[in-house]
């Protein structure tokens, strides 16, 4: 080591065959092939995204929903041969709901 370089701090550890392929495999991707430098700035500069997917369960449950109408919808419709106002309109609520879902999951993301 360089005495300039002011590190003096020693750092070890281990990781399995798995971990390590990952690594070699992301350090790949960013075209580089220092160990040392690449473990050092992901320490300092990389970061952690967890992401709360509470929101995307919500969707898809409404999702599910408008789908379950949609099916008894038509299958009324099939019986019946009638497609009545209410329907339409549930349908129609049913959509803006999604795509106000959607465009607020969409609003978090681009916040990230």
């Given at each position: 080591?360089?005495?300039?370089?002011?590190?003096?701090?020693?750092?070890?550890?281990?990781?399995?065959?798995?971990?390590?392929?990952?690594?070699?495999?992301?350090?790949?991707?960013?075209?580089?092939?220092?160990?040392?430098a690449?473990?050092?700035?992901?320490?300092?500069?990389?970061?952690?995204?967890q992401?709360?997917l509470?929101?995307?369960?919500?969707?898809?449950k409404?999702l599910r929903?408008?789908?379950?109408?949609?099916?008894?919808?038509?299958?009324r419709c099939?019986?019946?041969?009638?497609l009545?106002?209410?329907d339409?309109?549930?349908?129609?609520r049913?959509?803006?709901?999604?795509?106000?879902?959607?465009?607020?999951?969409?609003?978090?993301?681009?916040?990230?």
């Amino acid at each position: 080591m360089r005495k300039n370089e002011g590190r003096t701090v020693g750092l070890f550890t281990k990781v399995s065959p798995a971990e390590k392929a990952v690594i070699d495999q992301k350090m790949a991707l960013l075209g580089t092939m220092n160990l040392r430098a690449y473990l050092r700035k992901m320490a300092v500069d990389g970061y952690v995204v967890q992401l709360d997917l509470s929101s995307v369960a919500e969707l898809v449950k409404l999702l599910r929903s408008v789908s379950s109408n949609v099916n008894q919808i038509a299958r009324r419709c099939n019986e019946t041969r009638n497609l009545y106002a209410q329907d339409v309109e549930d349908l129609r609520r049913g959509y803006t709901e999604v795509w106000q879902g959607i465009t607020n999951l969409l609003k978090k993301f681009e916040s990230l």
